[in-house]
């Protein structure tokens, strides 16, 4: 599976930007996609993800203000950012889970874009 992100950019305080996931490869095997934020020095938090049947998950700190969508048909995830804030400031990596099942066991294996900076000015 390959993630191509696109959409990052500079925006100011209360603005707004989307960010769109296109994946390709063996994407029926795709599971569950989202987006993921690193911002420097700090680690990789989960921001929001989407099943393929639709069930969504926020992060709190992204919750009234961001919406993920998923379309299966053209194989891509985007997440809507509103009211930004500084702190939203980051690289925003997309995200895909694989699940591999075999006769011994079952596990998932996690698929990254190379990432998109979002910069948010005060």
């Known amino acids: 599976v390959q993630l191509v992100e696109s959409g990052g950019g500079l925006v100011r305080a209360g603005g707004s930007l989307t960010l769109c996931c296109q994946a390709s490869g063996r994407t029926t095997d795709i599971t569950t996609m989202g987006w993921y934020r690193q911002a420097p020095g700090k680690q990789r938090d989960k921001v929001a993800s989407?099943?393929?049947?639709?069930?969504?998950n926020y992060a709190d700190f992204v919750k009234g203000r961001f919406t993920i969508s998923r379309d299966n048909a053209e194989n891509t995830v985007c997440l809507q950012m509103n009211s930004l804030k500084p702190e939203d400031t980051a690289v925003y990596y997309c995200n895909a889970v694989v699940t591999v099942v075999t006769i011994e066991r079952k596990f998932d294996i996690d698929y990254w874009g190379q990432g998109t900076q979002v910069t948010v000015s005060s």
């Open positions: 989407i099943g393929s049947s639709g069930g969504t």
